[in-house]
């Protein structure tokens, strides 16, 4: 680990400020992630921000029925809030299949959305990463590549997003609100987290020195019928080989409403637009399910190792869209 | 008298460990300690052109590194047994060239004031090499598969009986597969540590091991010191599963490091990276299987053919046919090992080496049979049934297989079991059973024992062995006890030291069944003297009465005929003057066919016995042995074991969930009934076996070691990448015993129960898999992915 220097903000302007400089600063929020990776060499920043003390812990229910989440709310918190254990079951079930509890004790909201992929590739330090060193090269194209992304790739990059909670967001369309020096801007879950093309370091739409201060999803009767389902090697603590999160609606055996994201399959959580669109108004039958999957992996492109996923991803899609029925 | 052998009481050592206070080798408390850190080769072959240490040595608080150029000479240790000192990969002792064999190897340690200084200066290390082409693949052309002359110890690893091909072509149904397991990592929790502290020219080193007294042997061989010069501490261990067998680097680079700043210098091996590199490992294995049959399903023909692999700095054979040679009767049988040299650690024992793999093969291959002889699986083996053992013609010490497998089928439900694949569910998980037969061979070996029983009423005894979690210190005490008559909480039982007297190393589940004997030896001595004393003693209620009448309970010794005639060793004690009754006992018995010959010395050696202990080396000032013509040592010595087979044996029966669309799976229960001898402790045993079950749910479903395909560096370096099975993959498990007690392998009865629990039950959780889903996956682990397909 390099040495680094450590800054505790007290408030939202100190943060950006002390991150709106030409050295390298990283927020530090539960550290779950970032601690790892500076042990390891791979983030080597000049200055940790603590942002811990900052007053955005609470989760609230705005006047317009939407539900705004502080990006310090911790991800047990967040799981166990009755509001959204009620109003989007998904989300915490989501949470609560990623990490362990002592992890989801630490980690927050913004620290998970802004988690790094965990390409092994990425996270040995010999290895060739154009994640980690633009221009390197990639090792897990021609690697070991049972984890990686289906969907999305690029030649230089084919790692995945990790995080559950993500999927879930990204499903219910929530917005992200961040804080820089020239003010507050929201920004779609959707659009947040980037594809990695020729630039796979740049993850996120964040600018330097921006600060997530909250989440925001919108208000939506029909999320109350939700699901997360994740496909993993063992039952718990480990990272999804595929997972989906969808809500459904159905009216008269026709679908009037539903929500499709996947995780594990691309380098952002991947709303299924194109399976959402395939289902609207179908006939709720699991041939349907079936054909929407299809629709939304058509473009999907398997490695050696994971090419298992496209599979996957259509009998996980249909199993989580027929128990919501 | 309630007899304590077999109550499950609670682990001695609980409260320490709970509270922190048992002390791991990295957790000495030692003055003026400093940090060594190790950096591992990043290239897998060739050699090192130059290590720039200058920046690392410039930072504040960093006090040397250590690497080839400038590490002392080191003196080659060639033994291959573990309980006298085995080196893990005796041609590459550390730091003596610029060589690199293997991706990960060590090649310098930095040392400095504080871990975090040790880290970042680590970091500033610049290495340049001269690559060559290495071999890390087996289907690389380069790669050279030879066969080896014999395994660990001497066992036989290419054996023959009766003409395997002629029963074959007699056999009316067959079947050949081939079945592949990954390369695993043990995981301990506790990862490899050693802290070394010089004081003059003596050296005291606090270090992991699963052998006290081979790594001092091996410390002093390697670093040309005499072994009285060392002592090596290791009373507690977080693990080993044979990864802290052999010695590694580590134990030697830690008093080397401590020489060379001339402070104590402590070395933790890091769990990213160098707990997947520089501490062992179980080779992958392909296994090819062809059975033959008569009509009625028994056997004609075995033949198993293993290929594992091993490194260019040492040879270590992963013998998966060595339960083949015995596990059925079968007049043919040809089991052929093969290796090869790759350019990567050496690999080592794995809990079951062997046998957790070779019984996954064998009895899947068994399961595959009886499906193609439309036979029950249980049927199957009661059909070839082992009466005798197969191998050499002995009758079993004791074997109780029969009851294993009745009680297993009982108690998992096995006639739920659809005989019809893939056919049956349970809500909307598809349901399916399987078992397996475990077995694993029954090893005693030779320790020494010395007790002291004080005037205070408690007694103390010593023995230079291991307890690697699975309960030596408490189930010593517990025979100590029994044979002594004293409660729980006055018999206390020391380890994990050089001074104490030589006990043997943890491998081969022998720690229990070699050490008890000797224990139980001791003790009895003991109190034959404290009688002696007392039966000649006028002013005692127990004066004139012969030793046989006389009994013991809770520390009083009294007539057995009139329990109100006694007296406590204490007032005995005290009377005497004698601040203490003390003995050393050394019994020395070995089960395993390859070294029976030249063991049972009471037989051969007509009762020399005595000081064979000192010989070894443990000896600092102890009081003399005083096995000679003891008639406790005789009892058990005196034996005659020649025609006598020892094995433990036992049935894992296992239920399994898949979800028909995801294809996770999820073992829903595990029976494992075992058939060890005399249980000495119900739960520390129960745990052995629970926690055997938990390493084949691993094997089954998630665990496997992969190295990338171009650079032949591990790819799955971490806890994150190397999936082990978690709290929510727990099944139901339920654990029995026969405990019928093996009069044949010691007066206690007992054989070990450390590894038994990993065989079979791999096998017993894929053919339930199979069974479930009606796919037979032949390579672990058995993944999602590979039932989609």
Known sequence: MKLFTYKQADGVDEAIKAASTKTISKFIGGGTNLVDLMRENIEQPDTVIDVTHLPLTDVEELEDGSIKIGSLVRNSHLAANKIIREKFPVLSQAILNGASGQLRNMATTGGNIMQRTRCYYFYDETACCNKRNPGSGCD????????????GTSFTCIATHPSDMCVAMAML????????????REIAFTDFHKLPGDTPNIETVLQQGELITSVVIPPQDFTKNSLYRKVRDRASYAFALVSVAAALEVENGSIKNVRIALGGVAHKPWRAFKAEN?????????????????????????????????????????SVLKELV | ?????????????????????AMYAAEWNIPNLAYGITIQ??????????????????????????????????????????????????????????????????????????FEVAEHAASLIKVTYNEEKPVFDINQPEAKIYQPQQGLGGTQVQVKRGDAEQGMSNASTKIEQTYNTPVYHHNPMEPHATSAVWNGDTLTVYDATQSVFGNKNAISTMLGIAPDKVRLISPFIGGGFGSKGFMWANSILAPMAAKFINRPVKIVLERTGQMFTCAGRRSFTIQKINLGT??????????????????FVDEFVEPAGVATKMIYATPNLDITQNIVRLNKGTPCPTRAPGEAVG????????????????????QLRLINYAEKNPDDGHRFSSKNLKECYEKGAQSIGWSNRNIKPGSTKEGNFLVGYGMATATYPANRSKATVRLKLYQEGNAVAACCTQDIGTGTYTVMAQVMSDALGLPIDKVEFKLGDTIYPQGPN???????????????????????????????????????????????????????????????????????????VETEITTNVSTRETQKSESNPTTKQGGEQGGQGQQSGGQQGGSKDESKDNPFVKQDQDLDRSNVAFHSFGAQFVKVLVDPLTCMIKVDKVVSIMDVGQILNEKTAKSQIMGGAIFGIGMALMEGSVYDENTGRIVTRDLADYLVPVHADMPTFDVQFTNVKDEFISPVGARGAGEIGITGITAAIANAIYNATGKRVRDLPITPDKLIV
């Open chain 1, 140 to 151: 897990a194209i021609d690697g070991y590549n049972r984890i990686h992304a289906i969907l």
């Open chain 1, 173 to 184: 369309g929530a917005k992200i609100i961040v804080e820089g020096k020239n003010g507050e």
């Open chain 1, 278 to 318: 395939y289902l609207m108004n179908k006939e709720v039958t699991e041939e349907n399910f079936m054909l929407a999957a299809e629709e939304e992996l058509k473009d999907a492109k398997g490695f050696e190792h994971n090419s298992f996923k496209i599979g996957l991803a259509k009998r996980t899609m249909v």
């Open chain 2, 1 to 21: 008298m309630d007899s304590i052998i077999g109550k499950p009481i609670d682990r001695k050592d609980g409260p320490l460990k709970v509270t922190g206070k």
């Open chain 2, 41 to 114: 080769s990043t290239i897998t072959k060739g050699h090192i052109n130059n290590i720039d240490t200058s920046a690392a040595e410039k930072l504040k608080g960093v006090l040397g590194v250590m690497t080839y150029k400038n590490a002392m000479q080191l003196h080659t240790l060639s033994g291959s047994d573990p309980s006298s000192g085995k080196f893990a990969e005796k041609d590459l002792l550390p730091f003596q060239s610029e060589r690199i064999f293997y991706n990960g190897q060590h090649i310098a340690v930095v040392i400095a004031e504080t």
């Open chain 2, 294 to 311: 008569d009509n009625g399903g028994k056997l004609t023909s075995v033949k198993h053919e293993t290929t594992s692999e091993t490194s």
């Open chain 2, 359 to 378: 019984t996954y093969a064998f009895e899947v291959a068994m399961d595959e049979l009886a499906e193609k002889l439309n036979i029950d699986p249980v």
């Open chain 2, 506 to 580: 943890s491998g081969g589940s022998q720690t229990m069944a070699t050490t008890g004997p000797a224990v139980r030896a001791a003790a009895l001595t003991v109190k034959s003297k404290v009688i002696k004393l007392a039966v000649a003693d006028k002013k005692s209620p127990l004066y004139n009465q012969t030793e046989d009448a006389i009994s013991v309970d809770e520390g009083k010794l009294f007539v057995t005929s009139d329990n109100l005639k006694g007296e406590t060793y204490s007032q005995i004690l005290t009377r005497a003057k004698m601040p203490l």
